[in-house]
């Protein structure tokens, strides 16, 4: 067909001229002579070190092992702080904890935006506030969210306890407990352990489910533990006022 095309057409079929032939810069691999033929390693094993003379092997520390020790090293890094700062930890002389232990509500769950004045109008239904104190982050100086109420009789500090846990304030529902640094004698705040009293004595419930009142007498307080029964559910635990 395309020997009927005109002169100037079948000039863009023409091809074109063939590459220069180079020569390659080495042999190619069938025409390579090697000079020594291959060997086996038999000849060099002389050389190896003796088994007998080497290391024991060491062995790499698995994943989960090395989960493992970190888990215990912070454990026992936790333990030694505690064990520190419970040697340094007296509710008694604490100088921020003022006024009558056992006339003293403690309130947990605060919103961060009340004010002191919004929590004397809720908790003067109960009775006569002579102070409170709300805590603030040294750090920060942002609330903790937590604050310390102390009436001015005792009966009014047991109605608040009875009727304000769970009110809710500014969208908030409130906890409110004793102050226990001072009250309940071997308890610690939850930072420093678990305490030595059953849970039925800091105030949850008993075997069978039945409420027992708090143990904030100075009288109840003193007795041993062997006088309590035990039961296997834990309260939980609020920090006191020396925190």
């Not at 961060?112 to 104190?133: A, C, M, Q, W």
């Not at 800091?202 to 309590?228: D, E, I, K, N, R």
């Amino acid at each position: 067909m395309t020997q009927f095309l005109p002169p100037n057409l079948l000039a863009l079929f023409a091809p074109r001229d063939p590459i220069p032939y180079l020569p390659p810069l080495e042999k190619l691999p069938h025409e390579k002579h090697h000079n020594q033929p291959y060997c086996g390693i038999a000849p060099y094993i002389r050389e190896f070190e003796d088994p007998r003379d080497a290391p024991p092997p060491t062995r790499a520390e698995t994943r989960e092992e090395r989960m493992e020790r970190k888990r215990r090293e912070k454990i026992e890094r936790r333990q030694q702080e505690v064990e520190t700062e419970l040697k340094m930890w007296d509710p008694h002389n604490d100088p921020n904890a003022q006024g009558d232990a056992f006339k003293t509500l403690f309130v947990a769950r605060v919103n961060y935006d009340t004010t002191e004045s919004k929590l004397r109008r809720e908790f003067e239904v109960y009775g006569p506030i002579k102070r409170i104190h709300m805590v603030y982050s040294k750090r920060s100086g942002k609330p903790r969210g937590y604050a310390f109420i102390e009436y001015e009789h005792e009966r009014d500090m047991h109605s608040a306890y009875k009727h304000a846990d769970g009110k809710k304030i500014d969208g908030r529902r409130v906890l409110v407990d004793v102050e226990r640094g001072r009250t309940v004698k071997g308890w610690r705040p939850r930072r420093l352990g678990e305490h030595d009293l059953p849970c039925w004595a800091l105030g949850g419930l008993a075997p069978g489910g039945l409420s027992f009142p708090l143990l904030h007498s100075p009288v109840l307080s003193s007795l041993p533990l062997s006088s309590f029964p035990l039961c296997c559910s834990h309260s939980s635990f609020i920090p006191s006022s020396s925190i």
